[in-house]
């Protein structure tokens, strides 16, 4: 089937874009006010919007269905009391993962549209000092790992994981020194986590304790890996990636080569590095103008590129500086 193109805005549509021209061809409205966040099914057929009212909307996109027919509304799950802020799917489609305004999580069935047995609305908020009050957090953010373990980021600063199974927070980490969590992203057991302090914090699985002779399931835990910063003010998107450049730019030996212009000023000092680490990697986006890529298999520093969007040259841009044309000196807010 061909290749589709979604997004979702604020004014509570979703568009559907020409891969050719680049332009509109069709509009959906989500029927909840503003859409907050999206996000598409693994499998590809199916969008859930957060939006505006509360509601986690399910929208289907047909089956071998052309370019420009839009979406068909499929299902709404129950309203939060708040509004919706963000959304992400299980890895067998058969779970959707919302968060809300009031500090809250959900585990939604797909099937029945309730909440999953066993995993009632799941709080990260806070005792607000002697009051015993709870302190309410936005939950930005949402991503969830093969095993239903979830990572949600809010509005001071933490991201915490979630048993997605027992529905209770089992870890906390405040690595954005109070700052909004605005973006996470994941691939297998590897999580990082971006937001308006301009850093990158990656957080890995580690066993904490194993049987010797197997009888017991190993213990495994969650730690910071490591943590950088490549952008001057927010981080607003990430997105993990395969290689960033073609297969075909392998010279004989197997090794990545650039395939920027020879004569940019960056191109001499470009070969001479070795692209081929370069198989998984992250990208950033930031309201800086500037995208940067970089890979995360040991969050190798020196092997960063800057994708300058805006004027001027990038510090650190030892592989190529290059200029993206549909966002000049302007905001990347996706990825």
């Given at each position: 089937?061909?290749?589709?193109?979604?997004?979702?805005s604020?004014?509570g549509?979703?568009?559907?874009?020409?891969?050719?021209?680049?332009?509109?061809i069709?509009?959906?409205?989500?029927h909840g006010?503003?859409i907050?966040?999206?996000a598409?099914?693994h499998g590809?057929?199916?969008?859930?919007?957060?939006?505006h009212d509360?509601g986690?909307?399910i929208?289907?996109v047909?089956?071998?269905?052309?370019?420009?027919?839009?979406?068909?509304f499929k299902k709404?799950?129950?309203p939060?009391?708040?509004?919706a802020?963000s959304?992400?799917w299980?890895?067998?489609?058969k779970?959707?993962?919302s968060?809300d305004?009031?500090?809250?999580?959900?585990v939604?069935?797909?099937?029945?549209?309730?909440l999953?047995?066993?995993?009632?609305?799941?709080s990260i908020?806070?005792?607000?000092g002697?009051?015993g009050?709870?302190s309410?957090?936005l939950?930005?953010?949402?991503?969830?790992l093969?095993?239903?373990?979830?990572?949600?980021?809010?509005?001071?600063?933490?991201t915490?994981v979630?048993?997605?199974?027992?529905?209770m927070?089992?870890?906390?980490?405040?690595s954005?020194?109070?700052a909004?969590?605005l973006?996470?992203?994941?691939?297998?057991?590897?999580v990082?986590s971006?937001?308006?302090?301009?850093?990158?914090v990656?957080?890995r699985?580690?066993?904490e304790?194993?049987?010797?002779?197997?009888?017991s399931p190993?213990?495994?835990?969650?730690v910071v890996?490591?943590a950088s910063?490549?952008?001057t003010?927010?981080i607003?998107?990430?997105?993990l990636?395969g290689?960033?450049f073609?297969?075909s730019?392998k010279?004989i030996?197997?090794?990545?080569?650039p395939t920027a212009?020879?004569?940019?000023p960056h191109a001499?000092e470009?070969?001479?590095l070795?692209?081929?680490r370069l198989h998984?990697?992250?990208?950033?986006g930031?309201?800086d103008?500037q995208?940067?890529?970089?890979t995360?298999e040991?969050y190798d520093?020196?092997k960063t590129v800057k994708?300058?969007?805006?004027?001027?040259?990038?510090?650190n841009?030892i592989?190529?500086?290059?200029r993206?044309?549909p966002?000049?000196?302007?905001?990347?807010?996706?990825?």
């Amino acid at each position: 089937s061909a290749m589709r193109l979604f997004s979702a805005s604020l004014d509570g549509s979703i568009m559907e874009w020409s891969m050719k021209t680049l332009a509109p061809i069709v509009v959906n409205d989500s029927h909840g006010g503003s859409i907050w966040s999206m996000a598409v099914s693994h499998g590809g057929s199916q969008l859930a919007v957060a939006c505006h009212d509360g509601g986690i909307r399910i929208f289907e996109v047909e089956e071998d269905s052309e370019v420009g027919t839009g979406v068909n509304f499929k299902k709404l799950l129950t309203p939060h009391p708040g509004q919706a802020l963000s959304v992400c799917w299980s890895h067998d489609d058969k779970s959707i993962i919302s968060g809300d305004s009031k500090g809250y999580v959900r585990v939604w069935n797909i099937k029945s549209g309730s909440l999953t047995t066993g995993c009632q609305t799941i709080s990260i908020r806070d005792n607000d000092g002697a009051s015993g009050h709870k302190s309410a957090s936005l939950v930005w953010a949402l991503t969830v790992l093969p095993d239903l373990t979830i990572f949600a980021a809010d509005s001071k600063g933490r991201t915490h994981v979630i048993d997605g199974g027992m529905g209770m927070v089992v870890k906390r980490f405040v690595s954005h020194h109070g700052a909004d969590v605005l973006a996470l992203a994941s691939d297998k057991f590897e999580v990082f986590s971006a937001g308006i302090d301009g850093r990158v914090v990656h957080y890995r699985r580690i066993i904490e304790a194993a049987d010797a002779d197997e009888t017991s399931p190993a213990v495994f835990s969650w730690v910071v890996a490591g943590a950088s910063r490549f952008h001057t003010h927010d981080i607003r998107c990430l997105c993990l990636a395969g290689s960033f450049f073609a297969p075909s730019s392998k010279d004989i030996n197997g090794k990545y080569v650039p395939t920027a212009d020879p004569s940019h000023p960056h191109a001499r000092e470009a070969a001479k590095l070795d692209y081929s680490r370069l198989h998984r990697c992250i990208v950033s986006g930031g309201v800086d103008t500037q995208m940067c890529l970089y890979t995360y298999e040991h969050y190798d520093h020196n092997k960063t590129v800057k994708l300058a969007l805006g004027k001027g040259k990038t510090a650190n841009a030892i592989m190529a500086s290059i200029r993206l044309p549909p966002w000049p000196a302007q905001p990347c807010v996706a990825v």
